[in-house]
């Protein structure tokens, strides 16, 4: 297995552990810090919509409270019908801890999408 399967398979595993009794839409990401270990998230959805939580920053914060600082590459599974990228927060947060990335969306039917984070936030807002 190439180590882009074996995100995709970490991402597949994270997403059964998503909480989404409002969208149904389940989410799982796997992200590989430049060390080589891997952090797992999965979407946690709360009756207050504003705080719920993306599955790519459950991963990222994890890896962020772990250490690492930083990052090669996100793979990120859905139960959509064809993958979906991350959304406008989960890029923008990304772009700041992670730089520019390589991001991959799966569905579960195996079609497969690959970018750069740059190429899915061109105009990233910048810190001062």
Not at 54 to 66: D, K, M, N, P, T
Not at 82 to 105: F, K, Y
Not at 115 to 120: A, G, H, I
């Amino acid at each position: 297995m190439t180590p882009h399967n074996d995100l995709r398979e970490t991402a597949k595993r994270a997403m059964e552990n998503s909480r989404s009794p409002f969208s149904g839409l389940k989410v799982g990401a796997a992200l590989k810090a430049k060390s080589g270990k891997v952090f797992a998230g999965a979407n946690i959805e709360t009756a207050s919509l504003g705080l719920t939580i993306c599955a790519e920053r459950v991963a990222l914060f994890s890896a962020i409270a772990g250490g690492e600082r930083e990052f090669e590459e996100i793979a990120i599974v859905s139960s959509a019908d064809e993958p979906i990228p991350p959304c406008g927060a989960c890029r923008q947060v990304m772009w700041e801890l992670c730089g520019d990335i390589r991001v991959s969306t799966h569905d579960l039917k195996g079609a497969s999408e690959s970018f750069k984070l740059s190429e899915l936030l061109p105009f990233p807002f910048e810190k001062f």
